[in-house]
């Protein structure tokens, strides 16, 4: 038996809960937000920088874009609802901003009702949504390998 100063100090799973839903939504936000800030550029990566992070890295080192570059890109385009932009900076940024922005409504709504977290991913079958992100990414950065490499 817990002693009521043990019970006090434990956090309740309902602030827990509380507490997840409210950092991934100011996750979501501050990335969506941060999208609507930039503007894509016209090479289709490179967008980061005006964050003043360094261009990438492994594209500086080997020529062949890693499987992030345009992704910042991408995610600026989908703000502006231009899913070709979008498409053509990283296929993936699509799928992956879709997930981003929708678990901001899905994010509000567990942190106003307090829903667990697990169970909400549970029921929404989220393992499934990020098997498919997963193959998304291995297939997007397969096609754009396969496309440097014919140039």
Not at 61 to 67: A, D, E
Not at 70 to 97: D, K, Q
Not at 117 to 127: C, I, N, Q
């Amino acid at each position: 038996m817990t002693s009521s100063a043990e019970a006090l100090a434990a956090p309740k799973p309902l602030l827990r809960s509380r507490i997840a839903w409210f950092i991934f939504l100011s996750i979501a936000t501050a990335v969506v937000a941060t999208a609507a800030s930039l503007s894509p550029s016209p090479l289709g990566h490179g967008t980061h920088t005006q964050l003043g992070l360094p261009p990438c890295g492994f594209l500086s080192f080997t020529g062949v874009p890693c499987p992030g570059c345009g992704l910042t890109t991408s995610f600026a385009h989908m703000v502006r609802f231009e899913v070709v932009g979008a498409a053509r900076a990283n296929a993936f940024g699509v799928p992956l901003f879709l997930v981003t922005f929708f678990s901001i409504p899905i994010s509000a709504m567990g942190l106003w009702r307090g829903w667990g977290v697990l169970d909400t991913l549970d029921a929404m079958r989220f393992e499934r949504v990020a098997v498919m992100l997963s193959l998304c990414s291995i297939v997007s950065w397969g096609m754009r390998l396969l496309a440097y490499a014919v140039h």
